[in-house]
């Protein structure tokens, strides 16, 4: 495979050709964002982390069935995945209350959810990601009824599968924010799968091992990424 011409450049990650048209090479970067990037930062290490955590994710979901992008891991911040034809969403699934939904329901932070809630974001930082529902998304041909079914029920099966990996690690899955894309006309898993996108608390000190202690200045950032993975893989 042979490194070609930068595509584009993201908040949290750099994207590459390759010499086959059909391949991209994913850099991950020590860059922090929040709040539609109005918070700037570097979590240092963070790019090898979530690189490594990733790769772990998409080989698990994997062999429990659900296709990704995923090809290999190419060095330490670098993975090779399938070039998609993203579809400008952002699916977020909840277990438990944090984040925006503490605002918009009024319950608190660790309220337990009856069932897993998906909600659908419109991937654009200039209208900072609104939400959107079935009825947008199909009157903005963002992505077709069907997409939508296989997204749901991708997304669903990813929660159940890392809900229980994380489970016995001692992790709780609060929340996560997934990404998904065309390939020959199948839909696919894409992006990263770490603890910038998705929300976990230690089980039993709900202690927060993700990015919320930099949205929130909580210190100890580096840590809470490097426990995650430690957990993961040893
Ligand atoms: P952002 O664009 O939100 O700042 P990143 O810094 O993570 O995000 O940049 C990675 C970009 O690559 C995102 O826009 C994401 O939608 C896109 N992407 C992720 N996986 C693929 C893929 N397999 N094919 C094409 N684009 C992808
Ligand atoms: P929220 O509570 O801020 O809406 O976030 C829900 C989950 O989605 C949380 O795990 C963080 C993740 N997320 C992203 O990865 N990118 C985003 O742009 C947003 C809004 C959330």
Redesign the pocket.
Known sequence: MIKGNQLYEGKAKVVYETDNPDELLVYFKDDATAG?GAKHGTIDGKGVINNKISAFFFKQLKDRGVKSHFIETVSAREMLVKKLDMIKL?I?V?NIV????VKRLGLPEGTPLAVPVIEY?YKSDELG?PMLNRWHIMALNLATIDEMNQIEHMSLATNTIMRGILKAKNVDL????LEFGRFNGEVLLADEISP????FWDTETHEKL??DRFRQDLGGVEEAYQEILNRLTM
Do not use: W
């Open positions: 539609n952002e977020i909840r944090a984040g925006s939904l974001d990601d609060i929340d996560f924010k910038d996108n998705c929300r993700d990015k």
